[in-house]
């Protein structure tokens, strides 16, 4: 039984409470070479050679808050994948997006999933929503030494507040975190040209449906002005990620449910190439 | 020869633990453990809200206990640990019931012959499978024997009598609230008081759920299970007296730890 390449120590240890919910504190007591390696020293930099994933945007709405992402990952000029997913289901009621390396915002990602559901099983009773984010913040600040040397990873954090009934959305920069954002908020190359349609698109208590066609436009945005960003791929029928979470969960939309909005939004850009014209006054 | 003062033979020693451990198991209510249609149920009669007997291990994993509190809290800790490291380390679905039902029989095993007193636990590993086939119940004891129970399992308090009546009323693939009725039935003494629902922990690892297959049935939709079973035939009052009899272990061959599966 002790041979079930269980790190060594583990099943002896396995009873012993170590004082915490943390699965990370967890791992790296036990099994610290499980754990992304956050202090290494590159001979050079290698930003450019390694997939990154882009643009990700996010908006609250009435009761709930909806996340979407598109799928490009790109080295350099190059393009490394067209169907590359980086918004991810962290627990039922939350979700993150990753822009910057897509390798370590991965791992970050199946890392964080763990600590959460860990925390929930440990202790009965679900994280709150702030202490979700200040989680996050702390792995963020563990891989500043990697980001230093080009292996930046910045999430997107959205969840569902229970006790508020409504959407939250977190921010982070390289060292950490967390800043709450109001309404809505984009990260990755295109962020610019995203934030700028959200700016002008975003409706206060707006439908989900409305909303989520708020982000199918603002992702469109910033594809058309960024290269890293891809918008959708109607040839091979590749469309964004819309993750959606209001008080009956987490739930991803269905690559049907995502082309209706992708299929109405083009047809509506046929006529006006730049999207939906806001208001002057 | 004289034998010193003290002196006991090693198996005595085993029967004396075997015999403290079945005691203290015994002293407890009844959990129940069975397949439905979609998966598998727990029912427990609780009277805390907030100390579990049944819980969450891993996506496909469910746990049930009987017996100390604390002792059975430190196998389920120590196993959720043991289900989310492998879980990281492998993938989601590299963690099975079988290991962990494993891992608990080694520390019980060792915890029964090595230590002065046994943990006074007996603990249910569930999984649930993509189909009623791949579905599996582990029971395991507190010397570390596995049982592999097929479609139900009853321990702790009266666990004979409990198994006796479960065996009586369980059918193959039964709606989740037959399941829950005849649940009740098995915890229910003949002619006696019927749990309060308030007081009961009830939960299932349904197969048809997302992610995570383990769900806690409490308030509202429990009540609507329960509503929707067969009204309980009419049972015929027992004989003897209401009064309980008092806590003994159960009958049977002691268990030196030396029996086979």
């Not at chain 1, 590359?84 to 910057?100: L, N, P």
């Not at chain 1, 709150?128 to 292996?151: D, E, H, P, W, Y």
């Not at chain 2, 492998?86 to 090595?114: P, Q, W």
């Amino acid at each position: 039984m002790a041979k079930r390449d269980l790190p060594t120590g583990l099943v002896s240890q396995l009873f012993q409470n170590t004082g915490s919910s943390s699965f990370t504190d967890f791992v790296s007591a036990y099994a610290p070479e499980l754990l992304p390696r956050r202090d290494e020293v590159l001979a050079t930099p290698i930003g450019d050679q390694v997939p990154h994933a882009t643009t990700i945007v996010a908006a609250t709405f009435a009761g709930g808050v909806v996340m979407a992402g598109d799928r490009r990952a790109t080295s350099g000029n190059i393009i490394s994948q067209r169907d590359v997913e980086k918004v991810f289901r962290t627990d039922d009621y939350s979700c993150m997006g990753i822009a910057g390396t897509a390798s370590t915002g991965i791992e970050m990602a199946r890392l964080y999933r763990v600590e959460l559901e860990h925390y929930e099983k440990l202790e009965g009773r679900t994280m709150s929503v702030k202490g979700k984010a200040n989680r996050l913040a702390t792995m963020i600040r563990g891989n500043l030494a990697m980001a230093m040397q080009g292996l930046v990873v910045v999430p997107l954090f959205a969840a569902y507040d229970p006790d508020r009934d409504e959407g939250r959305i977190f921010s982070y920069d390289v060292a950490g975190g967390p800043y709450e954002r109001e309404r809505f908020d984009a990260i990755g190359s295109g962020s610019i040209f995203a934030r700028g349609a959200l700016k002008k698109l975003y409706r206060e208590g707006a439908s989900a449906d409305d909303i989520t066609m708020v982000l199918i436009q603002a992702l469109y945005d910033a594809a058309d002005d960024d290269s890293a960003t891809g918008g959708p791929d109607m040839t091979r029928k590749i469309f964004p990620i819309v993750s959606l979470i209001d008080a009956d969960g987490f739930r991803r939309l269905t690559d049907e449910q995502v082309s209706g909005y992708v299929r109405q939004m083009l047809d509506e850009r046929l006529i006006s190439p730049d999207g939906p014209i806001a208001p002057l006054r | 020869m004289s034998m010193p003062f003290g002196y006991a033979s090693p198996e005595q020693i085993m029967r004396d633990k075997a015999d403290y451990a079945r005691k203290g198991i015994a002293r407890g209510r009844s959990v129940v453990v069975l397949q439905y249609v979609d998966g598998i149920l727990f029912v427990a009669p609780n009277p805390s809200r907030a100390l579990h007997k049944i819980s969450e291990i891993y996506d496909r994993i469910g746990f049930a206990a009987v017996g100390r509190y604390n002792e059975f809290e430190e196998l389920r800790l120590g196993g959720i640990r043991y289900a989310d490291i492998n879980g990281y380390s492998y993938d989601r679905s590299d963690v099975t019931g079988r290991g962990l039902a494993n891992l608990y029989a080694s520390n019980l095993g060792r915890i029964f012959t090595e230590s002065i007193k046994s943990l006074e636990v007996e603990v249910v590993v569930a999984e649930v499978g993509d189909g009623p086939e791949g579905d599996a119940i582990y029971r395991l004891t507190f010397d570390g024997s596995v049982f592999d129970e097929h479609g139900f399992a009853a321990m702790g308090g009266q666990a004979d009598a409990v198994l006796g009546r479960l065996k009586e009323h369980y059918r193959e693939s039964m709606s989740l609230s037959d399941a829950l009725e005849v649940a009740l039935k098995a915890l229910t003494e003949p002619g006696g008081e019927r749990p309060p629902v308030e007081q009961l922990e009830v939960a299932v690892l349904d197969r048809n759920r997302e992610h995570r297959k383990f769900k806690r049935l409490a308030g509202a939709q429990l009540d609507r299970l329960l509503a929707s079973a067969p009204p309980p035939a009419e049972e015929p009052p027992a004989a003897e007296s209401d009064e309980k009899p008092p806590p003994t272990g159960p009958d049977g061959p002691v268990d030196d730890g030396s029996s086979p599966l």
